[in-house]
C-alpha cells in the first residue's frame, strides 16, 4: 500500500486531529482542516462552571416544578368537578384545565430534555475527534477498550464529581411518572358485576327504539328486523347512556321450520327471537340482516351471526355468539322479556364467567 496515501493533496501530512482524504486519483480536495478549538468558558473559570451547574440543577427543578403543576391540576381545575377558576362543568372549566394541566405536563418534559442540553454544551467534555478507519472487525484490544466505553462515559460526564445535579436529575425523573400515576387514582372502582347485567328484567316489554312504543307479536312480519329497547328505559334513568348502550337488541321472525337450535327458538315465541345488538368482537352494532340467508353481519369487521341457529358465528373474528333474550308474550299479546341476557354482551373480558 502506498505510504502516502494519506497525505495531503500538496504532499503535506493531515494535521492532528483531522481526518485524511482521498488520493487526487480518487477525486481528491485539498484538506480545509479543522476551525481552531474554543475552550468554553466553563472549562476555564470554575465560577462559570458552578455557574452552569447550578443552571442545570435549577432547570431539573422547574421540571419537578411542572409535575407538581400538573398534579395539583389534575385535582383542582378539573373539567365537571372542583375547578378554581371557572364554574364547575362550565366549557371555561375544560378549557382552564386543558390548559393548565397540559402546561404542567409540556413544562415538566420539557425542562428534563432542557437540563440534559445543557448539562451537555456546557459540563461535558467538548473535544473534537477523529476516528481513524480500521478494518470490520477491532482487534483485541480495540473490543477491551470498547467494554470500558461506558464507565469512561459516566467519568467524563462528571456524573460522581456533580451530586447537585444528580440529585435534582434524580428528583425530577422521579416525580415525571407520579404525573401519569396521579389519573390512574381517579379510575373509579372496579366494575364488579356490571359487565354481567343489563336493563333488562322480567316482564318488561320490547319497545322500539326511535320511539319507544311497546311491540306486539302480531307486528311482527316474517323475515322482519326490529331494533328495540326495554320500554321503562328513559331518559330519566340513571346511567341512561350506559344503560342503553348494554340494552340495545334486535328482533327478527324466522321460520321456526328453518330453525337448527332448539334451545334458541324455545328462547323466542314462534319464531320470533331476540339478540343483543353489540357484536361480541369489538362491540360494534350488529345491524345488518339478510332476509334470504338470515345471517346478522357487523359491518366493522364483517363477523356473520347465523339466526337460525343461535346466532353462531360462521365467519370473521367474533368468538361468542350473539347472547339471545328470553321472550315470551303477556296478556295483551306485547312480546316481553323473561328476564336478563343469560350472558355478557358485548366483547369478551378476563371474568366473563365468574358467578354473577
Known amino acids: 500500500m502506498n505510504e502516502h496515501m494519506n497525505d495531503n493533496l500538496d504532499g503535506s ?22 476551525a481552531p478549538h ?48 371557572a364554574e364547575e362543568g362550565s366549557t371555561r372549566a375544560v378549557w382552564w384545565s386543558n390548559l393548565v394541566t397540559g402546561l404542567g405536563l409540556a413544562i415538566a418534559v420539557f425542562f428534563i430534555g432542557a437540563a440534559a442540553v445543557h448539562w451537555a454544551k456546557t459540563l461535558m467534555p467538548d473535544e473534537e475527534m477523529v476516528e481513524e478507519r480500521h478494518t470490520m472487525r477491532g482487534t483485541d484490544e480495540t473490543r477491551q477498550a470498547a467494554a470500558s466505553i461506558i464507565t469512561d462515559g459516566l467519568q467524563e460526564s462528571g456524573i460522581g464529581r456533580r451530586p447537585l445535579i444528580v440529585t435534582t436529575m434524580v428528583a ?42 311497546p311491540i306486539r307479536a302480531a307486528d311482527v312480519a316474517m323475515n322482519s328486523i326490529f331494533h328495540v329497547m326495554p320500554e321503562d328505559l328513559t331518559e330519566e334513568t340513571e346511567h341512561f347512556l350506559e344503560e342503553r348502550a348494554k340494552a ?23 319464531g320470533i ?52 333474550l328470553p321472550i315470551e308474550v303477556d296478556a295483551e299479546g306485547y312480546l316481553v322479556a323473561t328476564g336478563d341476557f343469560p350472558e355478557p354482551i358485548g366483547p369478551s373480558f378476563w371474568d366473563i364467567h365468574k358467578d354473577k
Open 38 to 85: 474554543v475552550h468554553r468558558q466553563a472549562d476555564s473559570d470554575k465560577r462559570a462552571e458552578r455557574r452552569a451547574e447550578r443552571v442545570v440543577a435549577g432547570l431539573f427543578l422547574l421540571s419537578v416544578l411542572g409535575t407538581a403543576v400538573f398534579i395539583a391540576a389534575y385535582f383542582l381545575v378539573t373539567p365537571t368537578g372542583t375547578n378554581i377558576f
Open 273 to 324: 327471537l331476540v339478540f343483543s345488538k353489540i357484536c361480541t368482537h369489538v362491540g360494534c352494532p350488529v345491524a345488518l340482516y339478510e332476509q334470504q340467508t338470515h345471517h346478522m353481519l357487523c359491518p366493522c369487521h364483517q363477523s356473520t351471526f347465523d339466526v337460525t341457529d343461535g346466532a353462531k358465528v360462521i365467519f370473521g373474528p367474533a368468538h361468542r355468539p350473539l347472547p339471545q
Open 172 to 213: 425530577a425523573l422521579a416525580a415525571l411518572p407520579i404525573a401519569v400515576l396521579a389519573p390512574l387514582s381517579t379510575l373509579g372502582p372496579l366494575p364488579g358485576n356490571k359487565l354481567h347485567h343489563t336493563f333488562w328484567k322480567a316482564g318488561m316489554r320490547l319497545a322500539r327504539d326511535h320511539d319507544g312504543t
Open 13 to 34: 501530512s493531515p494535521a492532528r486531529g483531522v481526518s485524511a482524504i482521498a488520493p487526487k486519483e480518487g477525486g481528491g480536495f485539498p484538506n480545509p482542516g479543522l
Open 248 to 270: 340495545a337488541a334486535v328482533i327478527i321472525r324466522i321460520d321456526p321450520a328453518l330453525g337448527k337450535n332448539e334451545e334458541s327458538l324455545a328462547n323466542g315465541h314462534q
